[in-house]
Every structure is written in structure tokens, then in C-alpha cells.
């Protein structure tokens, strides 16, 4: 049974950090993409940054470009996102997702991703 734990998530004021962090088990994601994605309050979930789970590659909505760094610890099975800058606008619900070749297609910068598994989510709020 796949898990998709996120965490990290916290109020901050505008200019500060937060590292998100989504522990995966029972993902066996080789070749596949993990990635995070938001929901603002009252609009869709919209993709954020996706990272190449065998690879090096990542992609970034150009909301977070320059500002948020999507990285992975493999033997760790965890992914992170570190935000810094921290905007109003940032304040959302965020997910961590996994591709597992069966899901609906979201778009994550440059990538197309199937997302089959996803987190509970982790509230990110930043006030002015």
C-alpha cells in the first residue's frame, strides 16, 4: 500500500523559509516522477515542482522559479521542497504526488505527469 506522508508546512511571514518534506512507502517509483502541487484557498490544485525519482531532472511552475528548490533523499525515500521568499500568494494546501502510470495528467512546469498517489496535504500560510 502506497503512503505519501507530507509534513513541514507551518505560518510564516512574507520573505521567510519552510522546507516540505513527503516520506513515501510501499512507492516504488524507478523511472517515475514525484512532485508537489498546491491548492490555493477557493481555486484548483495546480502543479508547483516535479523531480525525476532515478534521475536528476526537476521542473518548476514559474510561480516558485528562483524561489523553491525541489530535491529527493532516496534512501531516505523522501522529497523535499524548500521554499524560501515566501509570498502571500504561496498560501495554499500543499501535496506531494507520485506518478504510478495509471492517474489523471497534471502539468508541472515542462512535464506532463500521470499522478496515481497522493499525500494528505500540509497547510502553508504566509501573511504580509
Known amino acids: 500500500q502506497v503512503q505519501l506522508v507530507e509534513s513541514g508546512g507551518g505560518s510564516v511571514q512574507a520573505g521567510g523559509s519552510l522546507r516540505l518534506s513527503c516520506a513515501a512507502s510501499?512507492?516504488?517509483?524507478?523511472?517515475?516522477?514525484m512532485a508537489w502541487f498546491r491548492q490555493p484557498p477557493g481555486n484548483g490544485r495546480e502543479g508547483v515542482a516535479a523531480?525525476?525519482?532515478?534521475?536528476?531532472?526537476?521542473f518548476y511552475a514559474n510561480s516558485g522559479k528562483g524561489r523553491f528548490t525541489i530535491s529527493q533523499d532516496n534512501p531516505k525515500n523522501t522529497v523535499y521542497l524548500q521554499m524560501n521568499s515566501l509570498k502571500p500568494e504561496d498560501t495554499a494546501m500543499y501535496y506531494c504526488?507520485?506518478?504510478?502510470?495509471?492517474?489523471?495528467?497534471?502539468?508541472?512546469?515542462?512535464?506532463?505527469?500521470?499522478?496515481?498517489?497522493w499525500g494528505q496535504g500540509t497547510q502553508v500560510t504566509v501573511s504580509s
Open positions: 523531480i525525476e525519482t532515478a534521475g536528476t531532472r526537476t
Open positions: 504526488g507520485g506518478e504510478g502510470g495509471g492517474g489523471n495528467w497534471h502539468t508541472v512546469g515542462g512535464a506532463r505527469l500521470s499522478i496515481d498517489y
Open positions: 510501499g512507492y516504488t517509483s524507478s523511472g517515475n516522477y
